[in-house]
């Protein structure tokens, strides 16, 4: 989250594909990656050219349990203030009736275009100027999209900067993929390890099968989900579906978290 213009999309880009594309049409709406750390699954979601509209009531804050807080480390810090006092204000009222805690992380951004030494009076004010949230802000790093380009230097520095619990196993799935979609799996089985989905603090266990035409050793009291083309869906009436990986992680947000 941050003032629009100040390198959010990038910034994820460089995280999530470790690329960055220089021209990009602008968005509205919500974009959604996944970064695999150590012990758990990291989703970003990149508010994009929302923030216009003033949005802040999603799922993806509900459920929340990190922020990330973008500014442009090149702009004036009384522009970039003004917008990002806005929305935590807003975040303050969203979490005011909440439970858990929301840890949030700044990030000045476009660190390359500026002195260092400058950069870190920089982020000191703003943290200083935006204390406000019911979570304090503790961890600030400067980031640039263009120089840290060191996929696992990126991969190291959150596995540092995230203070998230050790994953506790706490509920089984059966995944059923079409013939031509266990590539799909095999390609992405970075995501699994040992067949546990790390999702946020929990752990899934995951029964992989092939679907055939009927669906076998279904045990109703799991999560179960066929991974498949949306054009074949109809065809089992009741069933939780999704056609690729990241469909398959949101699912397991709605459904479980």
């Known amino acids: 989250l941050g003032p629009q213009g100040c390198g959010k999309t990038m910034f994820v880009n ?6 960055i594309e220089k021209d990009q049409n602008s968005r509205i709406g919500i974009d959604f990656r996944i970064v695999q750390l150590k012990s758990y699954t990291l989703f970003l979601y990149d508010k994009s050219q929302q923030v216009k509209f003033k949005y802040y ?3 993806e804050y509900k459920k929340a ?3 990330f807080l973008c500014f442009d480390l090149n702009e004036s810090t009384e522009s970039q203030l003004v917008e990002l006092q806005f929305q935590c ?3 303050t009222k969203l979490f005011f009736n909440r439970q858990t805690p929301v840890e949030i992380i700044l990030f000045g951004l476009k660190s390359d ?3 260092q030494k400058l950069a870190t009076v920089k982020l000191d004010q703003v943290k200083s100027k935006i204390n406000i949230l019911q979570s304090k802000i503790t961890k600030c790093r400067t980031f640039s999209s263009f120089l840290n380009s060191n996929k696992n230097n990126n991969i190291e520095m959150l596995n540092c900067l995230l203070s998230l619990p050790t994953p506790k196993f706490i509920a089984k799935m059966q995944l059923f993929c079409f013939p031509s979609f266990d590539s799909m799996i095999k390609m992405n089985c970075n995501i699994f390890k040992s067949n546990i989905l790390l999702i946020d603090n929990l752990q899934i266990e995951v029964d992989v099968q092939i679907l055939t035409k009927d669906i076998h050793n279904l ?3 799991n999560f179960y989900v066929i991974l ?3 054009q074949v869906q109809k065809n089992y009436v009741g069933a939780i579906y999704c056609s690729n990986i990241d469909e398959l992680y949101k699912l397991c947000i709605e459904y479980i978290l």
């Open 14 to 19: 460089r995280l999530y594909k470790n690329n």
């Open 57 to 59: 009531c999603g799922l």
């Open 65 to 67: 349990k990190l922020i």
């Open 89 to 91: 204000n807003q975040l």
């Open 113 to 115: 275009l500026i002195d």
């Open 219 to 221: 045990d109703k009291n």
């Open 228 to 230: 498949g083309p949306r």
